[in-house]
């Protein structure tokens, strides 16, 4: 699986979404899925996936879908 | 939109009295021309009295203070309140929610460290159930669970001791620190009698922090000290820590040091009025007032709460840590019955 799939599957499995609602416009709170709890459970699959443990100023900032490509690159996450 | 890089880029507890001045000088002139701006009834409220009026944080129950338009409001708290009483709301945009993150992880990561600890909640995930909920309750724990890891609740929805999930936990753990996190009566209520009566001792290391007051447990007999000892007794925790805070200042909460003091941060404030006239800068007992810089969306910077506290010093504490240091005593005589943190009223 490359990195941008298990990306992708960390937001669908956890967010109980379907792959054409990822993108853009997929932010923090813009679903009802993506609340708080849903948020600690998005950042788990993430670092589980990645095998990474986040700070906590990158776990707050993570607050859309392209931002989160972005702040995984500073874990040595790379996205083609 | 206010620039809040200078402030964040401070250690959170690293300014003496002079600059601190000079900084809540000037921050609290852009926050009041902010919310006047922003926020009408506020603007009313500074025409009358002046323009750094402490709010009763009473007024949040009775008067709609928001500083942002509706639709930008991305979660409402609520304070606490028997049944009964009106409840406090408090309009959150993403900006300040996500600062007051910030904060508290600034706060809390110089007492236990950057790194996120495995977290056992002392509480039931449900009360998460009803997700539009956004009690006190719900704040502390969401705050708390972005310093932690592998977050393990501790209690069921019965508030019962998960004896294996405990266990478990304690287990996977073992040696390592770890961070423990709930509300002062129900660690007591739920968690310390219940291990005590099962005559289970956990061996964990690590920190315990706790707040929502002491109403309860003064009500019982329970001292900040014999919490402490109970505590550490029956989990191997040596660093127990109370912090004060309140829905209204979510985020820069004052933390207790090694030295049982709590103490105010950059992001936060306090000073004593006297009771009688208000005034500020009162010496031994009073009112306690908090400031903090973080809220944007509501103007709730300068407060007025239905605490008594005292000032015990300033930049002095043999922690080493700045800023003001005080003790809260509980309740004013008079002032309404407030839940501890809204904390399961059936106790």
């Known amino acids: 699986m490359t990195n941008r799939e298990k990306y992708n599957q960390a937001f669908i499995e956890t967010l109980e979404i379907t792959a054409d609602q990822l993108g853009d416009d997929l932010t923090y709170q813009s679903i009802e899925a993506w609340d708080s709890v849903g948020h600690m459970q998005l950042v788990s699959a993430l670092e589980d996936a990645f095998d990474i443990m986040m700070d906590t100023d990158d776990i707050i900032d993570l607050s859309s879908y392209p931002l989160g490509i972005e702040i995984l690159k500073k874990y040595d996450v790379e996205f083609s | 939109m206010l620039d809040y890089s200078d402030v964040f880029a401070l250690e959170p507890f690293a300014l003496g009295a002079q600059d601190k001045n000079r900084l809540y000088g000037a921050w609290l002139d852009r926050l009041g021309a902010h919310h006047r701006h922003f ?6 409220l500074c025409a009358t009295l002046g323009n750094r009026p402490a709010l009763p944080v009473r007024l949040f129950k009775y008067v709609d203070l928001r500083s942002v338009a509706s639709h930008d409001v991305a979660r409402t708290m609520t304070s ?3 049944s009964g009483q ?5 309009y959150l945009d993403k900006d300040t929610s996500a600062r007051q993150s910030k904060a508290l992880t600034r706060i809390v ?12 909640i002392i509480d039931s995930s449900a009360v998460f159930k009803d ?7 719900g704040a502390g724990i969401r705050g708390f669970s972005l310093l932690g890891r592998d977050t393990c609740y501790a209690l069921d929805a019965d508030m019962k001791v998960d004896m294996a999930a405990v266990l478990a936990f304690a287990k996977k753990y073992r040696g390592q620190p770890t961070l423990l996190f709930g509300f002062t009566f129900m660690i007591w209520q739920h968690f310390y009698l219940a291990l005590r009566q099962a005559d289970v001792k956990l061996d964990l290391q690590g920190f315990l922090i706790h707040g929502g007051g002491w109403k309860k447990l003064t009500n019982i007999a329970v001292s900040n000290s014999d919490f402490k000892q109970a505590l550490s007794a029956q989990t191997g925790i040596t660093h127990v820590f109370d912090y004060y805070g309140m829905v209204e200042q979510t985020g820069s909460i004052f933390m207790e040091c090694e030295q049982g003091h709590l103490h105010a941060s950059v992001f936060s404030d306090v000073d004593i009025l006297d009771p009688l006239t208000l005034e500020p800068g009162a010496t031994g007992r009073g009112c306690i007032c908090t400031t903090s810089l973080l809220p944007t969306s509501y103007p709730g910077h300068i407060l007025l709460t239905e605490d008594e506290g005292e000032i015990l010093g300033q930049d002095t504490c043999p922690c080493g840590r700045l800023g003001k240091y005080f003790k809260v005593y509980g309740r004013m005589p008079g002032a309404e019955i407030r839940g501890c943190s809204d904390t399961y009223v059936a106790g």
Do not use: E, H, N
Request: charge should be positive; charged fraction near 20%; include cysteine.
């Open chain 2, 39 to 44: 926020c009408a009834p506020y603007a009313r």
């Open chain 2, 131 to 137: 997700r539009a909920m956004f009690s006190a309750r």
């Open chain 2, 86 to 90: 009106q409840v406090s709301r408090i």
């Open chain 2, 80 to 82: 606490s309140g028997t």
């Open chain 2, 109 to 120: 990561s110089s007492f236990i460290g950057k790194k996120r600890l495995p977290l056992l």
